[in-house]
């Protein structure tokens, strides 16, 4: 087979490394390569997994002769009790190091978005209700937690967390990303890595690159990005996770890019993310996504020809199986069709990471002979501690009247709502109820779930509760609305909680393959809440999804609910997180990852608009959210005053802006302080509004604090005409702000005034008095790797 490229050197490894290189057999090599899914077929849930070779009968010793490269999902295929799958795994680790002739052990990797995807695991929130705590430093907390959890079991590298930046609501794996920010998406996810590998288990960056800008949010389909929009806004969070992170691996996404698969790209394996970035872990293929090059994308005749490419462009390890990187691709290399050089670069990749891991050393063997945990807790009270506190951070307030918090209960309460008694409602898909125990319904869950109905219960207690569906998640089915109304009608309030289901491929109403072509919510959700409403009871709406909504109809509608409350899967607890906020003992701080539409029409949409992205005289539709990125209320008000940032800098710097923020009620809470900026002129089209940086500050009562940020001019950086990523000279309008949505209506102001001769601040109806103004002077500085990515933020009393 032709090659399109030189093929670059091995890389560097130790001698160990290549001393077993070289006693390989292609055979032994190719194991090295692949993984093998024990419990693959039946009801495995993977992209068309029941059209790809689900293995011919053999048993394992057959199987595993030449060795194997991974183990894939032993734990997270189905329900099997921790301990005695850890006893079967430590045999199985002595019989691969016994019994085949180099003695090499599995790498094992699982999934772990939302916690161990294994039974009896903890479930923490989902990563969107991570990005809406803006809180990275407790997500480095779970992630550590996740990792000691996997690290006990045997179990070395995660497939988790997720970078794709979220462009389109529609899409249904929103709720596996973080937001809809780069910055944002960069800090949290890059937590995440630091958290999983302290505990020695590499994380595994998902999916590379740009998968989230599908054609209209649908899985696997085309990108059409352009280069600019690639490298500004799909790559930094990866950028960052490597070189901030230290991430170990790197996982290809499915869809191609103007035409090119990302499995095939040796543009972004391996010329930018290991010649570019110095990456040096491995390059893991999405399952199955090294055959989906012939199947699906067809530039590639058969499996075989469809592993030369992926090799070629830097994929180093095929999971979740070998089938194309065994014999498919054996036949060509035996045929000289293929070169073997090919194979040996990712085998000795694959080697480094196993001896890095520890999985090489005597020790290894030594702890094997130990045998395994006889016991573990994988849900403690820690852990369950450590959920409760990321989902209690990650609630968002969107509307209240006055209602919130229930501080005194209320004699008579009705929860109501096809998510207020269902444990499920509260997971994402890539959790193990969702996304295992689904298959399995006469099974236990294997951990405790308290729903939202039995958590207001043990919190508010009150008097007299009902507890009444009204409707299902999904369906047409009205005749739950007459018990829904009349219970309602009894209630001093009534909690209504709507919302997502989780599940793949059709099997819910979010997650992956689980795409929208409307943003209303599933079914008829919106007119039980509606009949709910107009019953007169106060109501408490609770939305509980994995992609934003378009709520404006409950949020500024003259019939809308008291308040509203939305929340992304918060997880095994999320049910008490979500009471305790509605009663008070909890202030929310959440704040919205990702902005909330008003209408579907409005999608693809992002808050990093340029001027003419957003709403304007010389258009009919108004793009602006009923929500914008950032937003959240609290039970308390805080005030932002003294900003002051520095005059100048030089391309390539730092500059510090300071702020005082106020809590102005009478009750302790936490705000998140965003920094904005904007490029006043650029020579390409710039954003309106960015995000420069944020920080999560707790005040009691009538407490100020000065929060200082020290800003990188990289943070400013974009691509030029050239693609070359620069910082450029020139003026740059800073700001603090509750949401990305303030201070955007001077920047159109301006635009308009400056063709009509009006005065800007009073077509904007803001003064603008509290914007800072810093020049960056100098020459153009581009940007390399040693520059620094991140804001950094301290807090002063």
């Given at each position: ?28 090599k ?23 070779d ?7 010793p ?57 039974w ?45 930046v ?63 929009e ?7 969070p ?57 199947v ?30 065994l ?10 069709e ?27 063997l ?48 009705a929860?109501?709502?096809p ?17 295992v ?18 958590a207001?219960?043990a ?61 209303d ?47 992304f ?42 001027l ?97 940020f ?49 005065d ?38």
């Amino acid at each position: 087979m032709a090659h399109s490229t030189p093929l670059p050197a091995w890389p560097p490894v130790s001698e160990r490394v290549r001393d077993l290189h070289a006693r390989m057999t292609l055979e032994e090599k190719l194991a090295q390569i692949v993984g093998y899914w024990l419990d693959r077929g039946g009801d495995v849930v993977a992209p068309m997994a029941d059209e790809m070779d689900a293995g011919d009968g053999r048993r394992l010793p057959e199987i595993t002769a030449h060795g194997l490269g991974h183990y894939s999902r032993v734990y997270g295929t189905r329900p099997v009790d921790p301990a005695e799958r850890a006893a079967w795994l430590w045999a199985e680790q002595r019989r691969l190091a016994s019994q085949t002739r180099l003695g090499i052990p599995a790498l094992v990797h699982e999934e772990c978005l939302t916690g161990l995807a294994t039974w009896q695991a903890a479930t923490f929130p989902t990563p969107l209700a991570w990005g809406a705590s803006f809180d990275p430093e407790g997500v480095e907390e779970m992630a550590r937690t996740i990792g000691a959890d996997m690290r006990a079991l045997g179990v070395h590298q995660g497939l988790a967390p997720v970078l794709d930046v979220i462009r389109d609501a529609r899409w249904g794996r929103c709720e596996e990303a973080i937001g809809e920010d780069p910055y944002l998406v960069g800090t949290v996810a890059t937590a995440y890595v630091r958290g999983l590998q302290s505990a020695g288990v590499h994380a595994t960056l998902k999916h590379f690159v740009a998968y989230s800008g599908s054609r209209a949010g649908r899985n696997h389909a085309p990108v059409s990005a352009g280069p600019r929009e690639i490298a500004d806004i799909y790559l930094p969070p990866f950028e960052m996770a490597v070189l901030d992170g230290g991430a170990k691996s790197v996982m290809a996404a499915y869809n191609d890019i103007d035409g090119v698969p990302q499995h095939s790209s040796v543009e972004h394996l391996t010329t930018l993310l290991r010649e570019t970035w110095g990456f040096d872990g491995v390059v893991v293929a999405d399952y199955f996504g090294v055959a989906f090059l012939a199947v699906m994308h067809a530039i590639a005749a058969d499996r075989g020809r469809a592993a030369a490419v992926a090799l070629e462009a830097g994929v180093d390890i095929e999971l979740p199986s070998g089938d194309a990187y065994l014999e498919p691709l054996a036949a060509l290399i035996r045929s000289g069709e293929v070169s073997e050089s090919l194979v040996d670069r990712a085998v000795l990749r694959a080697l480094a990471q196993k001896e890095s891991l520890g999985l090489l050393d005597e020790s290894f063997l030594a702890g094997l002979e130990e045998g395994a945990p006889e016991s573990i807790d994988l849900d403690s009270p820690a852990h369950r501690a450590l959920a409760r506190r990321l989902a209690e951070e990650s609630v968002v307030l969107l509307s209240n009247d006055g209602i919130l918090p229930l501080r005194e209960a209320p004699a008579k309460v009705a929860v109501i709502g096809p998510n207020a008694d269902r444990p499920e409602a509260l997971m994402g898909c890539y959790s193990f109820v969702n996304h295992v125990m689904a298959s399995y319904p006469d099974q236990p869950l294997g951990i405790e779930l308290p729903t939202v109905a039995e958590a207001i219960r043990a919190e508010l207690g009150a008097s007299s509760y009902e507890v009444v569906a009204g409707c299902e998640v999904e369906g047409t089915d009205r005749s739950g609305f007459p018990a829904a109304v009349s219970a309602a009608r009894r209630a001093d309030v009534a909690v209504v909680v709507v919302g997502d289901q989780a599940g793949l491929f059709g099997r819910g109403t979010v997650g992956e393959g689980n795409d929208s072509e409307s943003l209303d919510l599933p079914g008829v959700q919106r007119e039980l809440v509606s009949a709910v409403v107009a019953t007169g009871t106060p109501v408490v709406l609770v939305v509980v999804t994995g992609r934003p909504y378009a709520l404006g109809w409950a949020l500024d509608d003259a019939t809308r609910p008291a308040a509203v409350l939305q929340v992304f899967f918060p997880g095994e607890e999320g049910g008490p997180a979500l009471a305790r906020v509605i009663s008070g003992a909890v202030n929310p701080s959440g704040r919205l990852p990702v902005s909330l539409p008003r209408v579907s029409g409005t999608q693809p949409y992002s808050y990093l608009q340029p001027l003419l992205g957003g709403p304007s005289e010389v258009t009919s539709t108004d793009p602006t959210p009923a929500r914008p990125f950032g937003f959240g209320l609290s039970y308390t008000t805080f005030g932002y005053s003294g900003l002051s940032a520095e005059r100048s800098v030089a391309a390539g710097g730092t500059f510090g802006v300071e702020v005082t923020v106020t809590n102005l009620g009478d009750v302790a809470g936490v705000d998140v302080v965003q920094l904005y900026g904007r490029d006043l002129l650029a020579s390409v089209v710039r954003p309106v509004s960015q995000l420069l940086g944020y920080q999560r500050v707790a005040l009691g009562p009538g407490e100020s604090a000065t929060v200082r940020f020290e800003v990188p001019t990289t943070r400013l950086a974009f691509t030029d005409r050239s693609l070359t990523r620069i910082v450029e000279p020139g003026d740059v309008e800073v700001w603090v702000a509750a949401s990305a949505g303030e201070k955007v209506a001077t920047a159109v102001a301006e635009g308009i005034a400056e063709l009509s001769g009006v005065d800007a601040a009073s077509a904007a109806g803001e003064s603008g008095s509290d914007k800072a103004l810093v020049t960056i002077i100098g020459e153009v500085h581009r940007v390399s790797t040693a520059d620094p990515r991140i804001t950094t933020a301290t807090v002063s009393r």
